[in-house]
């Protein structure tokens, strides 16, 4: 099933795509260097690392969610599903491949930068980029089999993705309020926030720019991205199982 | 036969209906429940063992270059210099934590405000954060920080910009108590805002009575009487008066009001 992920990310012309993503943008970046008074080498790691890993998020998500409404609408699904095959299979399955995929993206996208910044700190990016895609295709997956409509889940994991970028500016901003800090509607918003805050990844302090330009990120933080990766991979993994046993076809 | 087909079309209705539909949970193995339940464990988990957010205030960077930002804004240089600008007010208020303006450093609140103005040349929300709120923290060094770039801007359009300096002038007089200043942000409006209106343009009359510069008030006014600019009959009225107080404290001079 990973196999089949991979093979059909080949014929659909997936590769091709992030190889444009990554030439516009190495392009790109060389333009902004050029009108950069000074500091050029470091606006430009820094316009292509965030236009990049903007870039894998959005084309790594949204293959995934075509490929699954692909099979829906194709009743590739629907083979899959009459096959003597659990569909818990199926799951794991389309996930490693789409695992591999989120790998091979972050790499690709990581190789421009080992011109543009210290080794250490570029595999830092690239690891962190990689659990990153991770998390959303296996996010796509879990809300493709979900919503089992495009619109739905592709506005799903937009939503998701800003708010993961947003959550800590948000829980502080609740945390620590201006004003009104005592009255009943900011005490249930700022609870809100913090079950919120329990259950979304925290992107902002994950593959930041600031390592490649500034300093390599310390290797303890990006070990604790590693687990909280793998936990929130699983936890997808097993609520797409769990949607997906439930569904009736 | 109509009992055959009323069952048929039952069955088709009834598959139809629950298509889509959900099984029950039983149909869900166990270790696939007992997964979702360990992860959202340590899910919940791990991420109730993180250190809380803490709050830190970011200095205020120095913008890009006009020419860098219209680049930025993509065709739309209004929309972006109003997007700057709500982030320029925002800045004391940054998530988690309040900065007094006083704090703020206001070099680079001027750079970020002439930016803006480069971007958005029409637009009058930088002066007036200028003039009335950056420019009202207790202190002189910074309210004259402010006042300076008013009077700056107020040069290259003083038609559209001349009410955010004659707000400045009052400052410098009232606040700052310093007429000299207010004098010279009142001549610059009289001299160079000609569509002002006359109150603005009369300002420096007033401005030197406060002086105790009686007598060039008194030709000051005298020259705007004479000139037909003042033609309402009530406003004539209140500056002849105006001009006898004026005459008559040149045989006995006013005291400075300073």
């Given amino acids: 099933m990973a196999r089949y992920a991979l093979l059909e990310a080949l014929r659909t012309r997936f590769p091709v795509l992030v190889l444009v993503a990554v030439a516009v943008l190495l392009l790109a970046s060389f333009f902004v260097e050029s009108i950069a008074v000074t500091e050029g080498a470091r606006f430009q790691a820094a316009f292509y690392a965030a236009g990049m890993r903007l870039a894998g998020v959005f084309v790594a998500g949204l293959y995934v969610l075509v490929s699954i409404a692909r099979e829906f609408n194709d009743k590739g699904f629907d083979i899959l599903l009459a096959l003597d095959l659990p569909r818990a299979h199926y799951v794991l399955g389309k996930l490693a491949g789409f695992l591999a ?33 991770a998390i959303v295709v296996a996010l796509a997956l879990f809300c493709m089999l979900t919503f089992s409509q495009l619109v739905p889940a592709a506005s799903f994991v937009l939503a998701f993705y800003l708010l993961a970028r947003s959550i800590t500016a948000i829980r502080l901003m609740g945390a620590h309020p201006l004003a009104g800090a005592d009255s009943l509607s900011h005490q249930v918003i700022s609870g809100t926030m913090e079950a919120l805050g329990l259950v979304t990844p925290a992107f902002d302090t ?7 330009v500034d300093q390599p990120a310390a290797w303890a933080s990006l070990l604790q991205i590693g687990w909280q990766s793998i936990v929130y991979v699983l936890l997808l993994t097993a609520a797409a199982m769990f949607d997906l046993y439930r569904k009736n076809f | 036969m109509l009992r055959r087909n009323f069952f048929t079309i039952t069955k088709a209705v009834t598959a139809r209906l629950n298509r889509g539909g959900e099984r029950p949970l039983s149909r869900v193995p166990r270790p696939a429940l007992a ?47 109003a997007l700057l600008t709500l982030h320029l007010q925002a800045f004391d208020n940054q998530p988690g934590i309040s900065i007094p303006f006083a704090q703020l450093d206001y070099g680079r609140v001027g750079e970020w405000l002439e930016t803006i103005l480069g971007l958005d040349p029409v637009s009058q929300y930088p002066l007036l954060m200028a003039a009335q709120l950056y420019g009202q923290v207790p202190d002189p060094t910074k309210q004259r ?22 707000h400045c002038a009052i400052m410098a007089k009232h606040r ?56 309402d009959p009530q406003e004539i009225h209140f500056l002849m008066e105006r001009l006898k107080q004026l005459r008559g404290a040149e045989k006995s001079p006013l005291p400075s009001k300073k």
């Fill in chain 1, 101 to 133: 995929l989120a790998v091979l993206i972050a790499a690709v996208a990581s190789l421009p930068l080992v011109w543009f910044a210290p080794l250490e700190a570029v595999v830092q990016w690239a690891v962190s980029l990689a659990l990153e895609l």
């Fill in chain 1, 206 to 212: 994950w593959t930041q720019t600031a390592w490649l």
């Fill in chain 2, 35 to 81: 997964l979702l339940a360990a992860a959202l464990a340590l899910q919940v988990g791990s991420q109730a063992l993180q250190p809380k957010p803490s709050a830190r205030a970011e200095a205020l960077s120095a913008p890009p270059t006009t020419t860098t930002l219209r680049a930025l804004a993509f065709g739309e240089p209004i929309a972006f210099a």
């Fill in chain 2, 145 to 166: 920080q402010m006042c300076e770039l008013v009077r700056r801007q107020f040069e290259r359009d003083p038609n559209r910009r001349w009410r955010w300096l004659a």
């Fill in chain 2, 176 to 231: 700052l108590r310093d007429t000299r200043l207010a004098l010279a942000y009142a001549e610059a409006i009289a001299r160079s805002a000609t569509q002002a209106p006359t109150w603005a343009r009369q300002m420096r009359i007033f401005v030197l009575e406060d002086m105790g510069e009686a007598e060039a008030a008194a030709i000051l006014l005298g020259g705007l009487l004479a000139s037909g600019e003042v033609t």
